[in-house]
């Protein structure tokens, strides 16, 4: 039964765009990082994404990274947490802090990728290394998540608290 | 962009930069060092990085091997320039750059020569690059220790003049020879400037004798009732819940807590220790095996014993120098030691009454005198008996094990073990993919166990099997039993009552070796557990049945996980990994959870956990690097409360700082934590509000606890430093945190008089 419900999701997800609209957030963070990258990558940013049938649009912001970014790109994943390939460009503020945005027309597989949290946000810069042993370079990267509430550091939430491996619908 | 590499390397060899450069290099062929390198390197490697990477180099922990296959596997495509970037860049962990560049190359030079490559007439320099796999054949070549050099001799002369002085219960003893690190051999020469000024004496021994009187005996049923006042073990109760019946704190009063007294404990190395208070005394543990014993309420020192040995390195020590748990039983304390010793002395005056090592001071075959088998977990007294766990249990090819082990009280003597890896023809003995039994590593127990007395059973946590990545194991998908389980033991006996395995053939150091906590719910009997990967455990603890389990964190090392049944599926990549093939972990090491240990509030029935999120990538050898968790916000830390009946969440706050130190609840519904950034917090158990904080002088480490003397209770904790990812990741993640290298003290607060 799993697996026919599956096939059946993993069908509709390829011949189906979104049809309907949906917030995603992620906060980036730095990677990867090391004794050997920390002098190089770090920086912080926020990104926000929102569905309008099949059209992506994002938004989002950084500061303080070590070098001026380069460009930025969204990516396909496994899963959270495992790089994958890019996907599209963004466009991209060469500084150390700035802007990122860009509108994206998603296919039935990616609207299904950025619904199950296996959509990623990246950000390269200059002084960051050419590339790591397991794959392409990068300073700041965040997965798409649905919209969630962060109560903010040291609050405590009641009952029912963020948790990527819950709230995204399904993995 | 590969092609862009390869050009530089042949522009800088062009331009002579490296004379080795990308020149075709025959396998084996000479190395680019020479010999007095690899000679000089041999001695700065046993002073920087042998306490870490072991004398054969063959790694431990968060440190990966630096020879043989997993080396290889890691380094042989790269470039000698790359592999001596790393370590200047990054070691000794946490100092990287703090040795001078012709150590750093002397070091290199000797890596690469145990690892079969030959010593040839130019020097290695920081731009010699030569790819690794061209002149190092990854066969591992032990090199003779090179003659002390002269200046040496002075050292000699100390450690003969230390042991010559030192009483009979002192160090004096084989383990405590001082060994490595110039450090080492200062630390234990008592070279510490000391003319007679400080009234407690820096050498080591029994420097200040007590004369308790009136002390009251710990009996078994104190043990198995603790007196609402005392701390008697490790979590307080044998049930390992770290809850204390105190109220005089509460939540409307607890923003006048005050400190009351402070103490300093020994520097450098690693302390993560649970202070334990009887009749009035406060007893700790501080870092050379230093046990202390003070007045709980004043701060007077009563008595000292420095065990031995001193710390190998300045500064903060790797996750195997500590020891977490004390034990406390008749006139005695019990006291185990990072080297496997296990010590009682006597709780009145110190003195020593017996001492044993747990495999009796077995030594490791190559392994330039250290002994086979330590012990960082602590203890727990249970029917007249000392149990203990073991770290450091021996290596793929020889016949040693980790195992638990139960020695009288009165006399030391070994009554009981119970080995931790199932070996050919034993129940669990098929878990292992045919592996030879002395291929069958890891299961180390490094958190001491807890207790039923309803049953007479005892309940341990063990490690992974080792090597941790099962590509380097050869276990293939063998759960690998019994590592990373949870193991339920006749505590007469020892005799094996039934085995759960929370992660069979684990691959990424995700132990589920911590802490179990045994609650009843009417007729349920259960225990809770939870390990790195972040899942909370609830088993019943009469027949090992999987009762319920509940995620904490995100986690991506599992491709299903059922909460259900508990059965676990791990990625694809992960079960097909391979040497060389960088592998996401979330979470990582760190944890989920890890060492620091959840409190059971019983009024509110609350499980408060201390969890951790950051992820990594990592390499078949160990070698690492960080990301934040997904989803976190950036925040490391998290400290959430689960109902225990239903694993229900109750409330969850994040920060950016991880907790460092175990939980302590109270009846007055508080809870105690203190954090990587140096802050010591009070939470409302029922809400999670942060009621009370106070700043201290480094990172809040170690098992807060409470107690009563005099009528009025307390809450100590310590600071200290050292330790493995939990340490770890977090300083290199949190960038902004400012910590001081120092600062081991043990903090009593309380309520204004």
């Given at each position: 039964?799993?697996?026919?419900?599956?096939?059946?999701?993993?069908?509709?997800?390829?011949?189906?765009?979104?049809?309907?609209?949906?917030?995603?957030?992620?906060n980036?963070g730095?990677?990867?990082?090391?004794?050997?990258?920390?002098?190089?990558?770090?920086?912080r940013?926020?990104?926000?994404?929102?569905?309008?049938?099949?059209?992506?649009?994002?938004?989002?912001?950084?500061?303080?990274?070590?070098?001026?970014?380069?460009?930025?790109?969204?990516?396909?994943?496994?899963?959270?947490?495992?790089?994958?390939?890019?996907?599209?460009?963004?466009?991209?503020?060469?500084?150390?802090?700035?802007?990122?945005?860009?509108?994206?027309?998603?296919?039935?597989?990616?609207?299904?990728?950025?619904?199950?949290?296996?959509?990623?946000?990246?950000?390269?810069?200059?002084?960051?290394?050419?590339?790591?042993?397991?794959?392409?370079?990068?300073?700041?990267?965040?997965?798409?998540?649905?919209?969630?509430t962060y109560a903010g550091p040291g609050v405590p939430q009641?009952?029912?608290w963020f948790?990527?491996?819950?709230?995204?619908?399904?993995? | 962009?590969?092609?862009?590499?390869?050009?530089?390397?042949?522009?800088?060899?062009?331009?002579?930069?490296?004379?080795?450069?990308?020149?075709?290099?025959?396998?084996?062929?000479?190395?680019?060092?020479?010999?007095?390198?690899?000679?000089?390197?041999?001695?700065?490697?046993?002073?920087?990085?042998?306490?870490?990477?072991?004398?054969?180099?063959?790694?431990?922990?968060?440190?990966?091997?630096?020879?043989?296959?997993?080396?290889?596997?890691?380094?042989?495509?790269?470039?000698?320039?790359?592999?001596?970037?790393?370590?200047?860049?990054?070691?000794?962990?946490?100092?990287?750059?703090?040795?001078?560049?012709?150590?750093?190359?002397?070091?290199?030079?000797?890596?690469?020569?145990?690892?079969?490559?030959?010593?040839?007439?130019?020097?290695?320099?920081?731009?010699?690059?030569?790819?690794?796999?061209?002149?190092?054949?990854?066969?591992?070549?032990?090199?003779?220790?090179?003659?002390?050099?002269?200046?040496?001799?002075?050292?000699?002369?100390?450690?003969?003049?230390?042991?010559?002085?030192?009483?009979?219960?002192?160090?004096?003893?084989?383990?405590?020879?001082?060994?490595?690190?110039?450090?080492?051999?200062?630390?234990?020469?008592?070279?510490?400037?000391?003319?007679?000024?400080?009234?407690?004496?820096?050498?080591?021994?029994?420097?200040?004798?007590?004369?308790?009187?009136?002390?009251?005996?710990?009996?078994?049923?104190?043990?198995?009732?603790?007196?609402?006042?005392?701390?008697?073990?490790?979590?307080?109760?044998?049930?390992?819940?770290?809850?204390?019946?105190?109220?005089?704190?509460?939540?409307?009063?607890?923003?006048?807590?005050?400190?009351?007294?402070?103490?300093?404990?020994?520097?450098?190395?690693?302390?993560?220790?649970?202070?334990?208070?009887?009749?009035?005394?406060?007893?700790?543990?501080?870092?050379?095996?230093?046990?202390?014993?003070?007045?709980?309420?004043?701060?007077?020192?009563?008595?000292?014993?420095?065990?031995?040995?001193?710390?190998?390195?300045?500064?903060?020590?790797?996750?195997?120098?500590?020891?977490?748990?004390?034990?406390?039983?008749?006139?005695?304390?019990?006291?185990?030691?990072?080297?496997?010793?296990?010590?009682?002395?006597?709780?009145?005056?110190?003195?020593?009454?017996?001492?044993?090592?747990?495999?009796?001071?077995?030594?490791?075959?190559?392994?330039?005198?250290?002994?086979?088998?330590?012990?960082?977990?602590?203890?727990?007294?249970?029917?007249?008996?000392?149990?203990?766990?073991?770290?450091?249990?021996?290596?793929?090819?020889?016949?040693?094990?980790?195992?638990?082990?139960?020695?009288?009280?009165?006399?030391?003597?070994?009554?009981?073990?119970?080995?931790?890896?199932?070996?050919?023809?034993?129940?669990?003995?098929?878990?292992?993919?045919?592996?030879?039994?002395?291929?069958?590593?890891?299961?180390?127990?490094?958190?001491?166990?807890?207790?039923?007395?309803?049953?007479?059973?005892?309940?341990?946590?063990?490690?992974?099997?080792?090597?941790?990545?099962?590509?380097?194991?050869?276990?293939?998908?063998?759960?690998?039993?019994?590592?990373?389980?949870?193991?339920?033991?006749?505590?007469?006996?020892?005799?094996?009552?039934?085995?759960?395995?929370?992660?069979?053939?684990?691959?990424?150091?995700?132990?589920?070796?911590?802490?179990?906590?045994?609650?009843?719910?009417?007729?349920?009997?259960?225990?809770?557990?939870?390990?790195?990967?972040?899942?909370?455990?609830?088993?019943?603890?009469?027949?090992?049945?999987?009762?319920?389990?509940?995620?904490?964190?995100?986690?991506?090392?599992?491709?299903?996980?059922?909460?259900?049944?508990?059965?676990?599926?791990?990625?694809?990549?992960?079960?097909?990994?391979?040497?060389?093939?960088?592998?996401?972990?979330?979470?990582?090491?760190?944890?989920?959870?890890?060492?620091?240990?959840?409190?059971?509030?019983?009024?509110?029935?609350?499980?408060?956990?201390?969890l951790?999120q950051?992820?990594?990538?990592?390499?078949?050898?160990?070698?690492?690097?960080?990301?934040e968790?997904?989803?976190t916000d950036g925040n490391n830390g998290r400290l959430s409360?689960?109902?225990?009946?239903?694993?229900?969440?109750?409330?969850s706050f994040q920060q950016r700082s991880p907790f460092?130190?175990?939980?302590?609840?109270?009846?007055?519904?508080?809870?105690?934590?203190?954090d990587f950034d140096?802050v010591?917090r009070?939470v409302?158990?029922?809400?999670g509000k942060t009621?009370?904080t106070?700043?201290?002088?480094?990172?809040?480490?170690?098992?807060?606890?409470?107690?009563?003397?005099?009528?009025?209770?307390?809450?100590?904790?310590?600071?200290?430093?050292?330790?493995?990812?939990?340490?770890?990741?977090p300083?290199?993640?949190l960038?902004e945190v400012?910590?001081?290298?120092?600062?081991?003290?043990?903090?009593?607060?309380?309520?204004?008089?």
């Amino acid at each position: 039964m799993t697996f026919k419900f599956g096939m059946l999701a993993l069908v509709a997800g390829l011949i189906a765009a979104p049809a309907f609209a949906a917030d995603y957030q992620t906060n980036l963070g730095p990677m990867p990082l090391d004794d050997e990258t920390k002098t190089v990558i770090g920086g912080r940013g926020e990104v926000t994404a929102t569905t309008d049938g099949n059209t992506l649009t994002v938004k989002g912001t950084f500061r303080d990274m070590p070098s001026s970014a380069t460009e930025a790109s969204i990516h396909t994943s496994p899963v959270a947490g495992v790089p994958g390939a890019q996907i599209f460009t963004l466009d991209v503020t060469k500084a150390s802090s700035g802007t990122i945005s860009g509108t994206i027309k998603l296919t039935g597989a990616q609207a299904q990728a950025l619904r199950t949290g296996k959509l990623y946000v990246q950000i390269n810069s200059e002084k960051a290394p050419d590339e790591y042993p397991w794959g392409p370079k990068g300073t700041l990267w965040g997965w798409l998540f649905p919209k969630y509430t962060y109560a903010g550091p040291g609050v405590p939430q009641q009952d029912h608290w963020f948790l990527p491996q819950y709230d995204v619908p399904s993995r | 962009m590969r092609k862009k590499t390869g050009l530089l390397v042949t522009a800088a060899t062009l331009a002579g930069i490296g004379l080795w450069g990308a020149s075709a290099v025959g396998q084996n062929a000479a190395g680019p060092f020479t010999q007095a390198q690899v000679d000089a390197g041999h001695q700065a490697y046993a002073d920087a990085c042998a306490m870490c990477h072991l004398p054969d180099l063959a790694g431990t922990n968060d440190a990966p091997a630096l020879a043989g296959s997993a080396f290889m596997g890691a380094w042989k495509n790269r470039s000698t320039a790359q592999l001596y970037s790393k370590i200047a860049a990054t070691m000794p962990a946490g100092a990287g750059g703090s040795l001078s560049q012709k150590q750093y190359t002397d070091i290199v030079s000797y890596i690469l020569a145990v690892n079969g490559a030959k010593a040839g007439t130019t020097a290695f320099t920081p731009t010699t690059a030569v790819t690794i796999a061209s002149v190092a054949t990854g066969k591992v070549t032990l090199i003779a220790a090179p003659k002390p050099a002269a200046g040496n001799t002075g050292a000699t002369a100390q450690t003969a003049g230390r042991q010559e002085s030192a009483p009979a219960n002192g160090p004096g003893d084989g383990n405590a020879q001082p060994q490595g690190s110039l450090f080492a051999r200062a630390m234990a020469g008592a070279r510490i400037p000391d003319p007679g000024r400080f009234t407690v004496s820096t050498k080591p021994g029994l420097t200040v004798e007590g004369n308790i009187q009136n002390y009251t005996p710990v009996t078994d049923e104190m043990l198995r009732n603790p007196p609402d006042g005392e701390w008697l073990m490790y979590r307080r109760n044998y049930q390992g819940w770290s809850y204390s019946p105190l109220d005089q704190i509460t939540p409307e009063n607890v923003k006048s807590l005050q400190l009351k007294w402070m103490w300093s404990l020994p520097e450098n190395g690693t302390l993560e220790i649970t202070p334990l208070v009887h009749d009035g005394i406060l007893y700790v543990w501080g870092t050379g095996n230093t046990v202390q014993a003070l007045d709980a309420k004043t701060g007077e020192l009563l008595w000292e014993n420095r065990l031995g040995p001193p710390p190998r390195q300045p500064g903060p020590g790797p996750s195997t120098e500590e020891t977490r748990a004390m034990g406390l039983w008749g006139t005695n304390i019990y006291v185990n030691t990072p080297q496997g010793y296990v010590y009682a002395l006597d709780a009145r005056t110190g003195k020593q009454v017996w001492k044993t090592h747990i495999t009796d001071e077995k030594p490791i075959p190559n392994g330039n005198g250290a002994m086979f088998g330590g012990s960082t977990g602590g203890v727990i007294i249970i029917n007249g008996r000392v149990l203990v766990g073991m770290t450091n249990c021996g290596r793929k090819g020889d016949d040693n094990h980790c195992y638990i082990s139960a020695y009288d009280a009165k006399t030391g003597k070994r009554d009981w073990i119970f080995r931790t890896v199932a070996l050919t023809g034993e129940k669990g003995g098929n878990t292992w993919g045919g592996l030879p039994d002395n291929e069958r590593k890891g299961g180390e127990t490094w958190i001491a166990g807890t207790y039923d007395p309803s049953s007479n059973t005892t309940y341990w946590g063990t490690a992974q099997a080792k090597p941790w990545r099962r590509d380097l194991r050869g276990s293939g998908d063998g759960a690998t039993d019994y590592a990373n389980s949870t193991v339920a033991l006749d505590a007469d006996t020892g005799k094996l009552k039934w085995a759960y395995n929370h992660a069979p053939g684990e691959s990424l150091d995700l132990d589920e070796v911590f802490e179990r906590v045994l609650v009843d719910h009417g007729g349920e009997k259960s225990l809770l557990t939870i390990g790195k990967a972040g899942i909370l455990w609830k088993l019943d603890r009469t027949t090992g049945k999987f009762l319920g389990a509940k995620q904490t964190v995100f986690q991506n090392v599992y491709a299903g996980f059922d909460e259900k049944t508990g059965k676990v599926v791990y990625r694809q990549d992960i079960k097909d990994q391979k040497v060389d093939q960088w592998l996401s972990s979330c979470p990582g090491p760190q944890g989920g959870h890890d060492w620091q240990a959840t409190s059971y509030h019983q009024p509110s029935d609350a499980l408060i956990i201390p969890l951790s999120q950051s992820c990594v990538f990592m390499l078949g050898n160990g070698s690492q690097t960080y990301f934040e968790m997904p989803g976190t916000d950036g925040n490391n830390g998290r400290l959430s409360a689960y109902r225990a009946r239903d694993l229900k969440p109750l409330w969850s706050f994040q920060q950016r700082s991880p907790f460092l130190t175990g939980v302590v609840s109270t009846k007055g519904n508080l809870a105690f934590v203190g954090d990587f950034d140096r802050v010591f917090r009070a939470v409302d158990t029922r809400n999670g509000k942060t009621l009370w904080t106070t700043r201290l002088g480094t990172t809040v480490q170690g098992y807060p606890i409470s107690f009563m003397v005099g009528g009025k209770q307390y809450i100590a904790v310590t600071t200290g430093l050292g330790g493995g990812s939990p340490q770890l990741k977090p300083s290199t993640l949190l960038r902004e945190v400012k910590r001081p290298p120092n600062g081991y003290n043990l903090f009593v607060f309380g309520l204004p008089d």
